[in-house]
């Protein structure tokens, strides 16, 4: 089955910071029982995987759905009035599934792919880190942070997670695949990621999925978007 996801990023105040930690902890449970939705998750975002790389200001929330007629209906949803009435500004990506591989708790929660296209993509990461393995995987973050951050095609980019620590992901938008896979099977730096990711069994679970972006709605410098094709968070 064709599922439709959306991904919605919040910028809220400092002075909104403890509201927000509030919506964090209660928008899960609502969201997931919000008819028409198949998965929903809430992320933290930041600039890195360390917790002083965490963006308190920023928030967002991923949410697939049976199709985009079920999807229509998420501004009424009470997580979404909740984030409306803090956030200064916000940004909504509708999403259809190109590729994945990959579990997310447990699941796979994005239904069946879609044909590719030559449009625009988003780059979803996710992984549950083991915890003797952490050390080892921060240290070789910095040198693919730094080559994604000049990487020809990227539009925007940031990190994301379910909790501070443990649970690291990443998001990125590409002018079209063709840019993300120069990068992602090119680029040495995140080559050699790739292969010690396999050789030295850093993930629990691990989740890579890449959709095509079928818009793009409200500001966008929430997202960190650079038209000149560097985006940074």
Do not use: C
């Not at 928030?59 to 409306?84: E, I, K, M, N, Q």
């Not at 929660?109 to 050390?135: I, S």
């Not at 120069?182 to 069994?201: C, L, N, Q, V």
Request: avoid cysteine; hydrophobic fraction near 45%.
């Amino acid at each position: 089955m064709k599922f439709l996801a959306t991904l919605h990023v919040w910028r809220v105040p400092r002075r909104a910071v403890p509201l927000a930690f509030g919506r964090m902890a209660r928008d899960p449970r609502r969201l997931r029982a919000t008819p028409g939705v198949r998965f929903a998750k809430m992320l933290g975002t930041g600039t890195g995987f360390a917790v002083r790389d965490a963006d308190l200001t920023r928030y967002a929330a991923l949410v697939v759905w049976d199709g985009p007629d079920a999807a229509a209906g998420f501004d009424s949803t009470a997580a979404a009035r909740g984030w409306a009435r803090i956030a200064t500004a916000s940004a909504r990506l509708d999403l259809r599934l190109v590729k994945a591989h990959g579990r997310w708790s447990g699941r796979e929660p994005f239904g069946d792919p879609g044909p590719d296209e030559e449009k625009m993509v988003l780059a979803l990461t996710r992984a549950r880190l083991r915890p003797r393995k952490a050390v080892t995987f921060w240290r070789a973050v910095p040198p693919v942070a730094a080559a994604v951050d000049e990487a020809p095609g990227l539009l925007a980019h940031f990190g994301v997670g379910e909790a501070p620590i443990g649970w690291q992901g990443t998001v990125s938008v590409w002018r079209n695949a063709a840019y993300l896979a120069r990068f992602a099977y090119r680029h040495p730096e995140h080559r050699a990621a790739i292969i010690r990711t396999s050789t030295e069994g850093w993930y629990a679970e691990d989740l890579f999925a890449r959709f095509a972006v079928l818009d793009v709605v409200g500001d966008r410098s929430v997202l960190g978007w650079s038209e000149g094709g560097h985006g940074r968070a």
